[in-house]
């Protein structure tokens, strides 16, 4: 009689086998502990001088624009009532 394997199922459980070594790897694995000197990445940023975000400095371009419109605004009505 001859013997039929069953190529799926071990497909499946070779492939289980792989996941669970690689989980297994992967939870032991330990992070690279470096010294770090903590009162100079403390100074480099005392020392480094403050950068505005995007955001503020978007809003300021705004709200620059927005005062130089007004400026427009008030001297071409200053303008017209001079015409008049």
Do not use: C, H, W, Y
């Amino acid at each position: 009689m001859a013997i039929t394997r069953l190529e799926r199922k071990g497909r499946k459980n070779k492939s289980r086998a792989k996941n669970r070594v690689n989980t297994i790897k992967r939870l032991n694995q330990a992070p690279v502990i470096k010294n770090v000197d903590v009162e100079e990445i403390k100074k480099s940023f005392e020392a480094a001088p403050k950068q505005k975000t995007a955001k503020k400095a978007k809003a300021e371009k705004v709200e620059e624009k927005v005062e130089e419109v007004k400026a427009e605004a008030t001297t071409a009505e200053k303008k017209e009532d001079s015409a008049e």
